[in-house]
T-cell receptor, first 114, second 114 residues
Framework: ETGVTQTPRHLVMGMTNKKSLKCEQH?????MYWYKQSAKKPLELMFV???????ENNSVPSRFSPECPNSSHLFLHLHTLQPEDSALYLC?????????????FGEGSWLTVV | AQSVTQLDSQVPVFEEAPVELRCNYS??????LFWYVQYPNQGLQLLLK??????LVKGINGFEAEFNKSQTSFHLRKPSVHISDTAEYFC????????????FGSGTRLQVQP
């Protein structure tokens, strides 16, 4: 079992649908992240939950809504998405000590918006 | 603000040849530097990281990187590549200036040919 598990691995949804991506980390870390990976673009940090604090990238549209019920679980709720939101969404976790912390990634959820 | 530039989007190389993947960064404060690798259909995996001390850092799978503060570079090298090294390689920086996450470059696709 990998340290960071994401489900589903593949998701196809219409623009009017509501769906959620789920992430679970088994590493005992105190921080979790959502990154968006689009073709030929740098990985984009979307949200960070660390030490019960949420930090977000202000450029992320409100149609993406994160939820972190506890330190092991992270959700990304999706509603009324656009085709340009199709991408690989990566969940990650780390143990916050300093900026040298290693971030551990899941295998990602491939999202296609039709 | 910090940023990372990976100068080459693709690097083709023959098996057993040496390779260098270039990375330059900009930051107003001291940084920590990372290289991650992404194999097809997988998440990102840490190759190596520079925190302090020796500027030559050795990582997994025979890779190494050299931190050059005057040139603000952190190039990744391997003296002899294998077919299995074919993957996407990402350089990242963390400056621990309040952000608890990494800023990534746009990636370099290493294609090892027989």
């Amino acid at each position: 079992e990998t340290g960071v598990t994401q489900t589903p691995r593949h998701l196809v949804m219409g623009m009017t649908n509501k769906k959620s991506l789920k992430c679970e980390q088994h590493l005992g870390h105190n921080a979790m992240y959502w990154y968006k990976q689009s073709a030929k673009k740098p990985l984009e940090l979307m949200f960070v939950y660390s030490l019960e604090e949420r930090v977000e990238n202000n450029s992320v549209p409100s149609r993406f809504s994160p939820e972190c019920p506890n330190s092991s679980h992270l959700f990304l709720h999706l509603h009324t998405l656009q085709p340009e939101d199709s991408a690989l969404y990566l969940c990650a976790s780390s143990q916050i000590r300093s900026g040298a912390d290693t971030i551990y990634f899941g295998e990602g959820s491939w999202l296609t918006v039709v | 603000a910090q940023s990372v530039t990976q100068l080459d989007s693709q690097v083709p190389v023959f098996e057993e040849a040496p390779v260098e993947l270039r990375c330059n960064y900009s930051s107003s404060v001291s940084v920590y530097l990372f290289w991650y690798v992404q194999y097809p259909n997988q998440g990102l995996q840490l190759l190596l990281k520079y925190l302090s001390g020796s500027t030559l850092v050795k990582g997994i799978n025979g890779f190494e990187a050299e931190f050059n503060k005057s040139q603000t570079s952190f190039h990744l090298r391997k003296p002899s590549v294998h077919i299995s090294d074919t993957a996407e390689y990402f350089c990242a920086v963390s400056d621990w200036a309040g952000r608890r996450a990494l800023t990534f470059g746009s990636g370099t696709r290493l294609q090892v040919q027989p």
